[in-house]
């Protein structure tokens, strides 16, 4: 996948708290990773989802960045807006990579409600 997406030098966006495989991944691959630094809910000391006003931003500083890279849910079961994210991603002719490893949460959820 990596191959298809991007070439070494290229840019692409992740948020600062990606599992340290994947930015090591990127280092090993040659991109050139631009950060989005995450918002803290101060309720419980957690990241929480990309903020679309950051992402904008970063892109209208690195115009030249080819993907987003985005943990679909994360770590602690938050979701980013993934509709204005592929929005974001079209009008400025770039690709996304998709981790959803913990994704099967979500199915874990609906079966422990279930249970009970």
Known sequence: MKQTLYSKKDKI???SNVHKSVINAL????????????KINTEYGIPIEISISSLKHIIE??????????????????CSNFEKIII?????????MVNEAHGTYFILG?????IQ
């Open 88 to 96: 974001i991603k079209h009008k400025n002719n770039m690709s996304i």
């Open 13 to 15: 966006i992740l948020k």
């Open 27 to 38: 280092i090993i691959s040659g991109t050139i990773l631009v950060y989005i630094n995450l």
């Open 61 to 78: 500083e690195n115009s030249d960045v080819k993907t987003i890279f985005v943990n679909n849910q994360t770590y602690f079961e938050i």
């Open 110 to 114: 609906k079966i422990c409600q279930n």
